[in-house]
């Protein structure tokens, strides 16, 4: 190598380790809900291991289903002067004070999969979520063609006031409207969980005894519960009583393929990529659409086995 290249290289080299040194490295701070089902878990995964790819410093706290720990969460974020926030909230109010500080302290805030209600939209970036009340709507029309327009249902909702109950209640209600005779005859929270799911539907079976012919669950994780249920009371999940339910997790797609599940919609907690990207842009001081949709569709049980391999939570 010639004298002058080598300078030349070893310049290169001092500039570009000096530049390295100088970025700074980004911190968010990231409020998780709790670990109540497969789909949370698979977020929580999504948004950890983008920031990881990114190099971003992520400050991650699990709020163990409760609201009051995730505005303690975003208090410390906004002392600790992180860059930006995500926020998963858990329920749809009460969230407009501690919003109001992060706007006051100039850091964005991105929403991820659930919204909020707030009387002033500029306390956050955008929101990151799939559209409930079309998935509910699909689950319900789903049923409606699968049953004939003929139905007993039980409904297993998922924490109340969370905006994925609220709005995948709405939109069963709406796909089934024009059934007179599909009528849901008991409708309880199972808190989005297996556990939960699991014992209500005992309950609801009690009381029902075999005038159930369907169920709609709001998530996979209280489907497979019921799943547990129906099958201790001696009777066929997926035959004697047909199920519905929301997310499309591995554990869904294999409960199809064994015949115990008839369908599920999907919603993707893959929102990693987007909520990094999201975060980006606003600190660039750009101003983003409020909502930014994920798309999904619905897995009946016939698309299963072909589908699965191609599952990626
Ligand atoms: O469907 C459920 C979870 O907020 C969209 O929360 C999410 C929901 C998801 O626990 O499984």
């Excluded at 109001?100 to 659930?114: F, Q």
């Excluded at 849901?184 to 539907?201: H, L, W």
């Excluded at 897995?299 to 072909?306: I, S």
């Amino acid at each position: 190598m010639q004298r002058g290249t080598l300078i030349r290289s070893a310049f290169a080299l001092v500039l570009s380790c000096s530049t390295a040194l100088m970025a700074k490295e980004r911190v968010v701070g990231f409020t998780q809900i709790g670990a109540e089902s497969a789909w949370r878990t698979a977020e929580t995964e999504s948004i950890k291991s983008t920031a990881k790819e990114l190099g971003v410093n992520l400050k991650f706290s699990d709020a163990q289903g409760k609201q009051e720990n995730q505005i303690k969460a975003l208090r410390s974020f906004i002392a600790q002067k992180v860059d930006a926030i995500i926020l998963a909230p858990v329920v749809e109010t009460g969230w407009e004070p501690v919003l109001r500080e992060a706007k006051k302290a100039k850091i964005p805030v991105v929403l991820v999969d659930r919204g909020v209600k707030v009387s002033d939209e500029s306390l956050y970036a955008t929101l990151i979520s799939s559209d409930f009340v079309y998935e509910g709507r699909e689950a319900g029309k789903w049923l409606a063609k699968r049953t004939n327009g003929k139905a007993r249902i039980v409904e297993l909702q998922g924490t109340p006031g969370a905006a994925p109950a609220i709005d995948r209640k709405k939109g069963f209600a709406e796909g089934i409207q024009e059934h007179p005779d599909m009528k849901i005859v008991k409708s309880q929270t199972g808190n989005f969980n297996r556990a939960d799911g699991k014992q209500v539907m005992e309950a609801f079976l009690k009381s029902e005894g075999k005038n159930i012919d369907a169920v709609f669950a709001h998530n996979d994780d209280m489907a497979l519960g019921a799943i547990q249920a129906i099958e201790e009371a001696g009777l066929k999940p997926g035959k004697d009583i047909l199920i519905v339910s929301i997310d499309g997790v591995k554990s869904a797609f294999e409960a199809m393929m064994a015949g115990k599940l008839n369908s599920t919609v999907e919603c993707s907690p893959l929102l990693g990529p987007k909520a990094f990207a999201a975060i980006d842009r606003a600190l660039k001081g750009e101003t983003l659409e409020k909502w930014i949709k994920q798309e999904d569709r619905v897995f009946p049980q016939e698309l299963a086995a072909a589908e699965i391999s191609s599952r990626k939570y």
